[in-house]
């Protein structure tokens, strides 16, 4: 049974981040990165998880445990080109794109040349497999569409930046409300309900 939660005075910005409960309190509004630095320290390490998946203005939040265990596995998102022109075109877009809105959490974004194949051009994504729903979420809100199709795994990932040439690479942050503090910030500030 989850302790209870504090009023939040705008619930709705709290989807998809996490609750912590220490087991004596609850914290809420944590980042996935967050989490990771609460699980990796050894007072909170039995801590338990739950991610916020809806809020509302009310106050109700949805929340789901989460399996600690899978939290560090990276998936992602392959976007593929026949074209070098219009795979670049892809890439500067969801560039401007992540800059005007900021995503739900950090990911790492490549462009790699993949010889050989039907498609030799692909626009990679790899984030964390917590904000999978997330992403997928903030793309069609940013309404990205790209490639001449698109495929999506942990295992194609790393089969396919193992096995080409990367042509390009950027890391982006979240937006400014779920981007993580870091972990000296995160341990000091446990004590509190609310974290942002």
Not at 45 to 62: C, Q, S
């Amino acid at each position: 049974m989850i302790n209870k939660l504090p009023l939040l005075s705008d619930p709705v910005k709290y989807a998809g981040l996490y609750i912590f409960d220490f087991g004596d309190h609850v914290a809420v509004g944590y980042t996935a990165e967050e989490i990771e630095f609460l699980l990796a320290d050894p007072k909170s390490a039995k801590g338990t998880v739950y991610k916020i998946y809806r809020a509302y203005p009310n106050g109700t939040l949805e929340i789901r445990g989460v399996n600690p265990l899978m939290w560090n596995l990276s998936t992602g998102l392959i976007f593929w080109f026949k074209d070098h022109p219009e795979a670049i075109e892809a890439y500067e877009k969801l560039k401007s794109l992540a800059s005007d809105i900021g995503p739900p959490g950090d990911f790492d974004l490549f462009l790699v040349n993949k010889l050989e194949n039907e498609f030799p051009y692909a626009l990679v994504m790899r984030y964390i497999r917590e904000i999978d729903d997330a992403i997928a979420a903030w793309l069609l809100k940013i309404n990205y569409h790209a490639g001449q199709h698109v495929e999506a795994g942990t295992k194609l990932i790393t089969q396919l930046l193992a096995n080409s040439t990367e042509l390009l690479r950027e890391c982006f942050d979240a937006e400014s409300f779920r981007k993580s503090r870091t972990r000296q910030e995160v341990l000091e500030a446990t004590d509190q309900p609310i974290q942002r």
